[in-house]
């Protein structure tokens, strides 16, 4: 018998199957799946793919960029899903959300239309 796949976590880059987004995590809990970025939403998990995971290390750097984001109704989730980062120093959160696979390939492809 398999294992069961190991669901995301803060740092994984994910792309959302409906609408073949691809995501950067902020969190998963049980069959949820949410995203960094604005606007805040959910997802499920069955309806997303792992296509990057990241290292112990960045995922430890990304919960930290979480502790500075106080008013974002995520970080609570995050600190009490990961607990706080021990991590030296915050990243920047890469511009990953709104833009879809396919249109991304059309612009590095020289096209342009999206």
Same mark, same amino acid.
């Given at each position: ?12 880059h994910?792309?959302?199957r409906?609408t ?10 049980g069959?949820?799946?949410?995203? %960094?970025?604005l @606007?805040i939403?959910?997802?499920? #998990?069955?309806?997303?793919? /792992?296509?990057? !995971? ?6 430890q750097?990304l ?13 609570p ?9 021990? %991590?030296?120093? @915050?990243?920047?959160?890469?511009? #990953?959300g709104?833009?879809? /696979?396919s249109? !991304?390939r ?9």
């Amino acid at each position: 018998m398999t294992e069961p796949a190991q669901p995301p976590r803060c740092g994984d880059h994910i792309i959302y199957r409906p609408t073949g987004e691809l995501w950067l995590t902020a969190f998963s809990e049980g069959e949820i799946v949410v995203p %960094a970025g604005l @606007p805040i939403r959910m997802a499920r #998990v069955v309806d997303c793919d /792992v296509i990057f !995971r990241c290292s112990d290390h960045d995922h430890q750097r990304l919960v930290g960029v979480w502790e500075y984001a106080r008013e974002d109704i995520r970080t609570p989730i995050i600190q009490r899903l990961y607990g706080k980062s021990n %991590a030296a120093a @915050p990243m920047q959160l890469p511009n #990953v959300g709104k833009k879809s /696979v396919s249109g !991304r390939r059309r612009r590095i492809a020289g096209a342009t239309s999206a």
